[in-house]
């Protein structure tokens, strides 16, 4: 019986894996699909890790957190995990890929989320090459330049206007005429004088060369053709929360979600139900930053440890 089970090696599961380990759980494991480190291993610059200056990629930054994890005694196991269930005694039963069982007093779920691509021409070629899904992590790069948001929700606003303040001109480019987002927001976009709003659009295709990014085409819906002359592109289409391993048999979930698939936690990184935790980008209202899910993960270690003490005393 495991005293903690980890879901996910990105920031969010390392961090829990450091912080169980180092107080005292003494049989932990760390269970990562692939190669510990997680989605910011796809990125080839990071600058707003504290402490961390000079120009490091996400794979720099990751590179020394699971050695550091396993000195503490953190066990890892690559294997995809299927499904997180629990008997009625409490006790959490991990399902893993090769219809193997696993159990475990405490489960730390981070199992991140993904950013949905639009489609247009040039979007995988170009990411992280002036194509981004995160104004926080990469508007700073485009600061006093002219960039493109595309989207019409909430998120893509929202990102806007945080661009709005670093960029020159932020173009927001959105397929139908109505925004999806709530009023005020839509109404502080309009009011914002370096945001041009290009509406009934698609993005048909983003041009770069070996630099990245250089332009967008677009094809507006009375057929005309426009180009913009941007090295930068934002593309906030929605967001795939990895939660498939909180959902059970009969289809529902083992704890309380959002409606968009978000896990509902507390301060505490708390689910509803008791011993279970998530944390990162999955969870509700996530920054989606690397420091908040390592942030994260360090506060569910130190709940997950309590709990267990409680357990077997
Ligand atoms: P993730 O990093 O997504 O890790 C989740 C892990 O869980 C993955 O390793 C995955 O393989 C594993 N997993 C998923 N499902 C299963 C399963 N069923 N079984 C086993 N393992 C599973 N943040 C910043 O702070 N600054 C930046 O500059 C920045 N730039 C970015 C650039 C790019 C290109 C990208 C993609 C992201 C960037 N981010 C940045 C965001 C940052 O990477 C995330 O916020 C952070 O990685 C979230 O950590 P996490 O641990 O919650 O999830």
Redesign the pocket.
Known sequence: MLDCAI????????TAGLYTTRGGLANVTM????M?????T??S?????PGVTGEIT?MDLMMPWPEQCQRFGLKHEM????RVSQKEDGTFVILKENGETEEALSVIV????T?RRAGFKGEDLF??KGV???A???GFFYKGKEVAVVGGGDTALEEALYLAKLCSRVYLIHRRDRFRASPNTIERVKKTENIELIVNACVDEVVGDAMGVTGVHMIINDGTLRQLDVPGIFVFVGNDV?N??LMQEDGTFLCDMTESGEVIVDISMRTSVPGLYA????RIA?P??????AG??AVAALQAIAFVDEKLN
């Open positions: 879901i996910g090696g990105g920031p969010a599961g390392l269970f990562e699909k692939g510990p480190g997680g989605q910011i796809q990125s610059e990071i600058e707003n890790y996400g294997v995809e995990v299927k981070g199992t991140g989320s950013p990411f992280g981004s899904t995160c926080t992590c990469d990895n498939q391993v944390v990162g980008d999955m996530a989606k930053q690397v420091v908040s899910a994260d993960g």
